[in-house]
């Protein structure tokens, strides 16, 4: 199994997909590019965005998305519903934040805040994992300072890798020393719009991680609940 841990693909869900259409293409890339399983994560914004609004909106997107696909195609790609979830400093008093985890999992992609991260930042993440009994998976850590995120390898949390790390040599350096040192993960095309360039950078980034692939994976595969 070959999985896309962090993906846009969904029509109207967010700002990745702006029709069926696109949708549709950026799954037929996917499979191109040798993918047979994809966590369908849209954007969630706690502070401007309802749970319930937002199952409703991907439940929607997702239909459309299904009933666009051939049953071959649907036949070779496992779809498994989430969200990317950004940190937010009151998002552990949200009720129903479960709803947004991995598939059946306990799982939840986090996106952390674009600024610098203080007590706050961590003391959040904690809080929202220890109130919900939830799993964070950190999204595209690479595009993080080093420094910042010392804490998280620190604390254990499960890290996401953009397959767009894997394009320049000094990102892939990065990638590759986060892999062999055990602090990422899982990857993730982060894929965005109906040209799904976004894959070309997974398949070189398949190509990169060979040694590591099938544990990356089997990993993968496990976090996804499959």
């Keep these: 199994m070959i999985v896309d841990m962090h993906s846009h693909i969904l029509p109207g869900a967010d700002h990745g997909s702006d029709s069926v259409e696109s949708s549709v293409a950026m799954v037929k890339r996917a499979l191109e590019a040798g993918v047979t399983a994809i966590h369908l994560s849209s954007h969630f914004y706690h502070h401007s965005d309802t749970v319930e609004d937002f199952l409703q909106r991907r439940q929607k997107a997702y239909d459309k998305l299904m009933a666009a696909l051939d049953e071959d195609i649907k036949s070779k790609i496992t779809f498994v519903l989430g969200a990317e979830v950004t940190l937010e400093v009151d998002l552990k008093d949200e009720p129903r934040l479960r709803e947004l985890c991995i598939g059946e999992t306990d799982n939840i992609l986090i996106e952390m805040p674009n600024m610098k991260w203080t007590d706050w930042t961590f003391n959040a993440l904690y809080d929202m994992s220890a ?4 799993r964070p998976l950190i999204a595209h850590v690479d595009r993080y300072d080093e420094k910042q995120c010392k804490k998280l390898y620190e604390y254990g949390y499960n890290c996401q890798l953009n397959a767009s790390a894997f394009r320049g040599l000094m990102s892939r ?7 062999m040192e055990g602090n990422a993960h899982v990857i993730g095309s982060d894929v965005h719009g109906k040209e799904a360039k976004e894959y070309d950078n997974y398949e070189k980034a398949l190509k990169c991680i060979s040694p590591f692939k099938d544990e990356l994976m089997e990993y993968a595969a496990e976090l996804l609940g499959l």
């Excluded at 109130?131 to 939830?134: A, C, F, K, Q, S």
């Design 173 to 179: 350096h990065k990638a590759m020393k986060l892999l």
């Design 131 to 134: 109130r919900h009994n939830v």
